[in-house]
């Protein structure tokens, strides 16, 4: 493999590995800053589907870590997204560690405002659990992100078929699913509530009894909420953004702290040389329809950007190195500049053999989606 895909992305490091492919650290070329790239290993059309099905989801919200651009080249196709150096809840909560109820309805709190905007732009997750809830390490305080939009469904999108196959994680697919219901935003809404009782280390029978007699108001109202999430009926659960709003009405504040009082300071779980010393400067990339805009600020630590800054306008140096910062809020007390940054390669003549090479690659996806919908359908269910 090349070090640089498709001209954009060079691959630095590798830090995941998984069945369909493996993720690196690398550069996007055309912006300057670091990046999440996922690089498909095997052409089987299971892994294109989920290939092309997670690159379609396009959103901007804060707690959603979605993709902002792909390319091809040759056997090669890669999806990229912003970087993200805090490991997952489901690596916590492996090590057996509980949080408070501060914690854990502030969790609760950020991945329903995530969902809220997934399903308001017509998606249904379908996995929604701790391995797939990414944490932000750049930030000071507790950051979380929805990620994985690999069994996705676009409600606004015909359905094939209804397969009749259980898509989701074991033990956070809701019960109508299991029993062979229609897919709906209310069994993200169940997964959700599944997470947060895992914090609350509520899957112990022995815990859950002693979280529930607990006489402290925060925990009393969240594990109620938690259980309104995970109604058996998915008519009675409210929706992300009800629930959200509930939630967001504590005025809930850092630090967050592990049930046994520990602070939680969330720390990189990956050890890189790709990545640079904190503190630095970060590039945040806004997945627009025009992909020239930038919204180009510093970390809270390193201050906020000059007027009229211009990435391209970094030292070579110091550009390689930019971290993003996860989702596309803003800081807090800073606020964002939108930068057209010139493209140097605009105008020029892109080589043959990489027009050829993307065409070619459309093309298979276009028929092995067409030859799938025929032959396997469950594959779109």
Same mark, same amino acid.
């Given at each position: 493999?090349?070090?640089?895909?498709?001209?954009?992305?060079?691959?630095?490091?590798?830090?995941?590995?998984?069945?369909?492919?493996?993720?690196?650290?690398?550069?996007?070329?055309?912006?300057?800053?670091?990046?999440?790239?996922?690089?498909?290993?095997?052409?089987d059309?299971?892994?294109?589907?989920?290939?092309?099905?997670e690159?379609?989801?396009?959103?901007?919200?804060?707690?959603?870590?979605?993709?902002?651009?792909?390319?091809?080249?040759?056997a090669?196709?890669v999806?990229?997204?912003?970087l993200?150096?805090?490991g997952?809840?489901?690596?916590?909560?492996?090590?057996?560690?509980?949080?408070?109820?501060?914690?854990?309805?502030?969790a609760?709190?950020?991945?329903?405002?995530?969902?809220?905007a997934?399903?308001?732009?017509?998606?249904i997750?379908?996995?929604?659990?701790?391995?797939?809830?990414?944490?932000d390490?750049?930030?000071?305080?507790?950051?979380?992100?929805l990620?994985?939009f690999?069994?996705?469904?676009?409600?606004?999108?015909?359905?094939?078929?209804?397969s009749?196959?259980?898509?989701?994680?074991?033990?956070?697919?809701?019960?109508?699913?299991?029993?062979?219901g229609?897919?709906?935003?209310?069994?993200?809404?169940?997964?959700t509530?599944q997470i947060?009782k895992?914090?609350?280390?509520?899957?112990?029978?022995?815990?859950?009894?002693?979280?529930?007699?607990?006489?402290?108001p925060?925990t009393q109202?969240?594990?109620?909420?938690?259980?309104d999430?995970? =109604?058996?009926?998915?008519?009675?659960? $409210?929706?992300? %953004? @009800? /629930?959200?709003? &509930? !939630?967001?009405?504590?005025?809930l504040?850092?630090?967050?702290?592990? =049930?046994?009082?520990?602070?939680?300071? $969330?720390?990189? %779980? @990956? /050890?890189?040389? &790709? !990545?640079?010393?904190?503190p630095a400067?970060?590039?945040?990339?806004?997945?627009?329809?025009d992909?020239?805009?930038v919204d180009?600020?510093?970390?809270?630590?390193?201050g906020?950007p000059?007027?009229?800054?211009?990435?391209?306008?970094?030292?070579?140096?110091?550009?390689?190195?930019?971290?993003?910062?996860?989702?596309?809020?803003?800081?807090?007390?800073?606020?964002?500049?939108?930068?057209?940054q010139?493209?140097?390669?605009r105008?020029?003549?892109?080589?043959?053999?990489?027009?050829?090479?993307s065409?070619?690659?459309?093309?298979f996806?276009?028929?092995?989606?067409?030859?799938?919908?025929?032959?396997?359908?469950?594959?779109?269910?």
């Open positions: 493999m090349s070090d640089t895909i498709a001209g954009r992305f060079t691959l630095l490091d590798p830090i995941a590995s998984g069945g369909s492919g493996t993720v690196w650290i690398a550069r996007d070329e055309r912006f300057g800053n670091l990046c999440a790239a996922k690089v498909l290993r095997q052409r059309s299971g892994d294109l589907l989920r290939f092309v099905r690159n379609t989801v396009r959103l901007n919200h804060p707690h959603v870590l979605a993709p902002y651009a792909w390319a091809a080249e040759d090669h196709v999806i990229a997204m912003p993200v150096t805090g997952t809840l489901a690596d916590i909560l492996r090590s057996g560690r509980r949080f408070s109820a501060a914690a854990t309805a502030e609760v709190r950020q991945i329903l405002d995530g969902l809220t997934v399903h308001a732009a017509g998606w997750h379908r996995d929604v659990k701790p391995a797939n809830i990414m944490i390490a750049e930030q000071p305080d507790l950051h979380l992100l990620a994985d690999g069994i996705a469904v676009d409600t606004n999108a015909p359905r094939l078929t209804q009749g196959i259980v898509h989701g994680t074991p033990g956070f697919v809701a019960p109508e699913i299991m029993m062979g229609d897919i709906s935003p209310a069994q993200d809404v169940w997964a509530g947060g895992r914090m609350l280390g509520m899957d112990d029978d022995a815990v859950a009894e002693a979280v529930r007699a607990s006489t402290d925060l109202g969240l594990v109620h909420l938690l259980d999430l995970t =109604a058996a009926d998915a008519r009675k659960r $409210p929706s992300p %953004e @009800i /629930a959200a709003a &509930a !939630l967001s009405r504590l005025g504040r850092g630090p967050f702290h592990f =049930a046994d009082g520990t602070p939680w300071h $969330p720390q990189r %779980e @990956i /050890a890189s040389p &790709a !990545l640079p010393q904190d400067p970060t590039l945040i990339l806004v997945p627009q329809a992909p020239t805009q180009f600020r510093r970390s809270p630590s390193g906020p000059q007027p009229g800054s211009q990435p391209g306008s970094q030292p070579a140096a110091q550009a390689a190195h930019a971290a993003p910062v996860l989702g596309s809020g803003p800081a807090p007390g800073f606020a964002p500049t939108q930068v057209d010139v493209r140097p390669d105008g020029k003549r892109k080589p043959a053999k990489g027009l050829a090479a065409a070619a690659v459309f093309a996806i276009g028929a092995l989606l067409i030859l799938v919908g025929i032959f396997a359908p469950g594959y779109l269910g």
